[in-house]
């Protein structure tokens, strides 16, 4: 099954990953309210077929991601399609920089835009692997003047306090 999945990849990677237990519950809300965002949940899902990606207009924008709980980040993990896999053989549309921001509180109602405690920029490199994990707001992309697509983000660590 996917779970049985999932937990061996995980083992393999060695982190556990606080963003697949937050999709998983809030993909579980959403089938219950019947509403449907497949491009930010396959962000979310360990599933990085070509195509089935979480793709933005442009090449700058954020994310807002609400974990299942308080977690002391330890690395973040930003995957896209290895070049080989990609249609047009370049990742013109991969995230190049990006930050990594952590608000200690959630409140209901926030400006989105609201960024919190700088955790760190980084960049991804085209060139090397396709998972690349960091010790998300998207600062540029590889060139793509259209949109930029993000095929999963992780957040690993240990439960406990920012």
């Given amino acids: 099954s996917q779970a049985v999945l999932v937990k061996l990849l995980e083992k393999i990677i060695n982190y556990l990953d606080f963003v697949l237990l937050s999709a998983l519950l809030q993909m579980f809300l959403l089938r219950l309210m019947n509403q449907k965002s497949p491009d930010l949940c396959s962000l979310l899902q360990p599933d990085v077929h070509p195509g089935n990606c979480w793709a933005f207009r442009g090449s700058t924008g954020f994310l807002v991601i609400r974990l299942s709980m308080r977690v002391l980040p330890s690395a973040f993990t930003l995957e896209h ?42 960049t991804y490199d085209q060139d090397g692997d396709a998972v690349q994990t960091f010790a998300v707001s998207v600062l540029s992309n590889w060139g793509h003047e259209e949109y930029t697509c993000m095929y999963r983000f992780r957040v690993h660590g240990t439960p406990g306090d920012v």
């Avoid at 409140?107 to 405690?117: Q, S, T, V």
């Fill in 81 to 122: 399609i290895p070049k080989a896999l990609a249609p047009s053989g370049t990742l013109h549309s991969a995230p190049r920089d990006f930050a990594v921001y952590v608000r200690e509180r959630w409140r209901a109602f926030i400006n989105l835009r609201e960024r919190g405690k700088l955790l760190g920029t980084y």
